[in-house]
């Protein structure tokens, strides 16, 4: 699941964007009766994660089915509302009113979502643990909804994604472990089947449920074979079937935690020590490593008894200078070398009776000429016999110092994949993406799946998701990422902008938006055609202030919460009170 851009697809002769001062550009303004039911986060559940991904939630959602560019939200009265345009004015309606939600007050309660699974159906979440699903009647004009069934999930959740196959839907949401210590939040995906029964009622069948520290980028459902695609930080773990996940839930226990691989086990040493790293699950605690340490023997391990690292070591050790952390689900030991300066050809000493090396070191002393020669093949753009000086940094290939690297170019910290799941939870493709930064997700036009968008250099590239290849695994297609469209040089100026929030684009891909927390909304477009196409527009919108009615002035500015793309240069904004519309 590689992400190879084409070329035909990158303008390489890009110079930048030109304000377009056209005075054509207005705002049409729709007074809301009722604001967009927006989530607040308490104390108790303030994280990175959780601020993330509640901030950054947009309350707007586009049919993909209706071509007049109908958008929905749930209002403060829990209500569905359509916000639909003609002739360049806006109206809102209700369509679809929901019971009121109940959540304790020590409960997390998400934002209300939807999704569309089919051109017929839709999925709703309160927020609060009810699934709605709803049946869309599109003959007429406009569509009328209807409830065809609830299903009680019981703990607060977010819908991610839905799909509709065989009178069946198939749907994930992500649900929280919450700690009541220091420990770190886990994050539940939980995808299950719903089927519709008599008297109004959904009942779930065959689910699966994953576990991570992170709360996905990227979200999809594969309507070929259910397999659930993701976008994350860090890696999610299968739990089996038995184990009950629930929002007021402390974090997988220990004992209940399945760990059906050895952690991964990298090393390496310098003239004093030897460092060894082992990536452990997301609820593994200092508290649960067991450590015994000789000058010759070592017996490293967890308390489920679950072994890390245990043998006779190949050299011997200081053990007073040898220690171990844990880190962002790391375990990191340090053996200090009881001989500095002797080189290591092992850590382990191989067991009686076997000749292999249980952790060979992979250095040059212990490779054959061929891989030599294949390392030195595959670097060789980036090494040079020729020695560069100061004279050279002037040339055209001179030398680049990461002092010359911008804060918007840095890698992050953590790392990101294209991680593929089974439907039982099994993982079966991967990819690293942590050059490549994720800057929104977007329905095209005909798309089974949603699309990505992701920073490539300074340009932004959407790709494609499909499963048309073919796979090594019985019945199951290899996921590819097609390449389909590019904008330019907004990778870059996306990371400038300090107060983004959202970035979209319409479903045809022809110009991209970047709207800030309040305010301020950034419209990308090329120029007409017949021009000059080594630059491109920009129109920039600012909302009007909220104004006092008794003294006229203006007040403290909306907060924007959601947005959509259409095509012709049209774009929705939603903010805590009304929704505007930007024409270019």
């Given at each position: ?21 056209s ?8 007074q ?10 308490s ?31 749930v209002?403060?009265?829990l ?18 009113s ?68 065989d ?6 949401v992500l649900t929280?472990?919450?700690s ?7 994050h539940?995906?939980?995808?299950f ?26 979200t999809s ?7 659930l695609?993701?976008l ?9 079937s ?6 007021a ?8 935690r399945?760990l ?20 452990l ?23 489920d ?10 050299e ?24 500095p ?20 070191l ?11 020669e294949?390392i ?6 980036l ?9 050279d ?17 840095k ?17 079966i493709?991967?990819?690293?993406v942590?050059?490549n930064?994720?800057l929104?997700?977007?329905?095209l ?8 968008c992701?920073?490539?250099d ?8 499909n499963?048309?290849?073919e796979?090594g ?26 107060q983004?929030?959202f970035?979209?684009?319409p ?5 991209s ?45 909306e ?10 240069l049209?774009v929705?904004?939603?903010?805590d ?8």
């Amino acid at each position: 699941m590689g992400l190879r851009p084409k070329r035909n697809l990158l303008n390489h002769n890009f110079e930048g964007y030109k304000l377009s001062c056209s005075d054509s550009n207005s705002i049409v303004k729709f007074q809301l009766e009722q604001g967009p039911l927006c989530a607040k986060l308490s104390e108790k559940y303030y994280s990175f994660q959780l601020v993330r991904s509640f901030s950054s939630f947009n309350h707007l959602v586009q049919d993909p089915y209706d071509s007049t560019g109908c958008c929905y939200f749930v209002d403060q009265g829990l209500n569905a509302v359509r916000c639909s345009i003609s002739c360049d004015e806006i109206k809102a309606v209700p369509v679809l009113s929901l019971p009121s939600r109940s959540c304790c007050q020590d409960t997390l309660c998400y934002h209300p979502s939807l999704v569309f699974s089919g051109q017929s159906t839709a999925v709703l979440s309160d927020g609060c643990g009810q699934l709605y699903l709803v049946a869309i009647d599109r003959q007429g004009q406009p569509a009328t909804w209807t409830t065809l069934g609830v299903f009680q999930y019981g703990d607060s959740c977010l819908l991610l994604d839905s799909i509709e196959k065989d009178g069946r839907w198939l749907c994930t949401v992500l649900t929280l472990n919450a700690s009541e210590s220091d420990n770190p939040n886990v994050h539940v995906l939980h995808s299950f089947h719903l089927e519709a029964s008599d008297g109004g009622q959904l009942m779930s069948t065959s689910s699966s449920q994953l576990a991570g520290p992170s709360i996905p980028l990227y979200t999809s459902l594969c309507p070929s074979d259910g397999s659930l695609i993701l976008l994350c930080e860090g890696r999610f773990s299968s739990l089996s079937s038995n184990e009950v996940i629930s929002a007021a839930s402390p974090v997988v226990s220990v004992e209940a935690r399945s760990l059906s691989k050895k952690p991964c086990l990298d090393w390496q040493q310098t003239p004093e020590d030897v460092t060894v790293v082992f990536d452990l699950e997301p609820d593994v605690k200092s508290r649960d490593i067991v450590y015994n340490l000789s000058c010759s023997e070592i017996s490293l391990g967890l308390s489920d008894g679950v072994s890390l690292l245990r043998g006779q070591l190949a050299e011997r050790v200081d053990v007073e200078g040898s220690a171990w952390t844990i880190e962002n689900h790391r375990l990191e030991l340090c053996l200090s070398k009881y001989q500095p300066g002797k080189q290591w050809t092992s850590l382990l000493v191989a067991s009686s009776g076997t000749s292999e090396d249980p952790f060979p070191l992979r250095s040059v002393e212990n490779m054959t000429e061929e891989e030599k020669e294949t390392i030195l093949r595959q670097m060789e753009h980036l090494t040079s016999e020729k020695l560069v000086t100061d004279a050279d940094l002037g040339q055209q290939h001179g030398a680049m110092f990461h002092q010359e690297l911008e804060d918007c170019d840095k890698l992050p910290d953590k790392e990101h994949h294209f991680i593929r799941y089974r439907a039982d939870g099994r993982l079966i493709q991967l990819t690293n993406v942590d050059a490549n930064q994720w800057l929104c997700n977007t329905r095209l036009a005909g798309a089974a799946m949603l699309s990505v968008c992701l920073r490539c250099d300074v340009d932004a590239c959407i790709w494609q998701p499909n499963d048309s290849a073919e796979c090594g695994l019985p019945s199951v297609k290899a996921l590819q990422c097609e390449h389909v469209a590019t904008f330019d040089a907004l990778g870059y100026v996306a990371a400038s902008k300090q107060q983004k929030k959202f970035v979209t684009c319409p479903c045809d891909a022809s110009y991209s938006v970047i709207c800030e927390y309040s305010r301020n909304v950034f419209i990308y477009y090329p120029q007409p055609s017949g021009e000059n196409q080594s630059s491109a527009l920009q129109s920039i919108f600012c909302l009007p202030a909220e104004e006092d009615a008794a003294s006229g002035t203006a007040t403290t500015e909306e907060s924007i919460v959601g947005i959509v793309a259409l095509p012709l240069l049209r774009v929705l904004v939603l903010t805590d009170h009304n929704v505007y519309l930007l024409k270019v």
